[in-house]
T-cell receptor, first 109, second 114 residues
Framework: GQNIDQPTEMTATEGAIVQINCTYQ??????LFWYQQHAGEAPTFLSY??LDGLEEKGRFSSFLSRSKGYSYLLLKELQMKDSASYLC??????????WGAGTKLIIKP | DVKVTQSSRYLVKRTGEKVFLECVQD?????MFWYRQDPGLGLRLIYF???????EKGDIPEGYSVSREKKERFSLILESASTNQTSMYLC?????????????FGQGTRLTVV
């Protein structure tokens, strides 16, 4: 079966750095997304990785290792507004999106 | 500003009722999706459509049907609502057949079946 694993919940301090991991076992791989979802709101796009390496976009970076079936989202200089769920999603060999259950990130002052 | 609009933010329906959830996108996207989101389970695909009048079953199509008569509109139908269909329903659209472009989501419909 296809599976995406993320931690259920993480806590971090305002101003700090946090890394949210995502491991996947899917039938093929054609790309990986990270989305942010604030409570009661729709998911919004953060990043897309298809090649190995680090993609940086402001305070957020996303890393991919296809050989390890592993990605992480790195959030720097955490702000209270970063409190949200972070969803990892993989495009499989049939061009279907497989979603993880999401990681709830709690930011404390 | 791109937009995916769902017809209702909150709905309460009775068991056995036929329920229509409407979704409209203004981006001329080919792909449209209906998901349900439940705590601890992530997004689960109900149905998707990659063209007008085309539909494909997702992972959990039982108890649901869809309609796409126009490119911009994708409707989800609960034929006979049951309490286990109480959930958050999210509509999304995207451009690429290869799925490698971002999906835009509607604000969600929280459906309660009593």
């Amino acid at each position: 079966g296809q599976n995406i694993d993320q931690p259920t919940e993480m806590t971090a301090t305002e101003g700090a750095i946090v890394q949210i991991n995502c491991t996947y076992q899917t039938s093929g791989f054609n790309g990986l997304f990270w989305y942010q979802q604030h409570a009661g709101e729709a998911p919004t796009f953060l990043s897309y990785n298809v090649l190995d390496g680090l993609e940086e976009k402001g305070r957020f970076s996303s890393f991919l290792s296809r050989s390890k079936g592993y990605s992480y989202l790195l959030l720097k200089e955490l702000q209270m507004k970063d409190s949200a769920s972070y969803l990892c999603a993989v495009i499989d060999s049939n061009y279907q999106l497989i979603w993880g259950a999401g990681t709830k990130l709690i930011i404390k002052p | 500003d791109v937009k995916v609009t769902q017809s209702s933010r909150y709905l309460v329906k009775r068991t056995g009722e036929k329920v229509f959830l409407e979704c409209v996108q203004d981006m001329d996207h080919e792909n449209m999706f209906w998901y349900r989101q439940d705590p601890g389970l992530g997004l689960r695909l109900i149905y998707f459509s990659y063209d007008v009048k085309m539909k494909e079953k997702g992972d959990i199509p039982e108890g649901y049907s869809v309609s796409r008569e126009k490119k911009e509109r994708f409707s989800l139908i609960l034929e006979s609502a049951s309490t286990n269909q109480t959930s958050m329903y999210l509509c999304a659209s995207s451009h690429s057949v290869e799925m490698n472009t971002e999906a835009f989501f509607g604000q969600g419909t929280r459906l309660t079946v009593v």
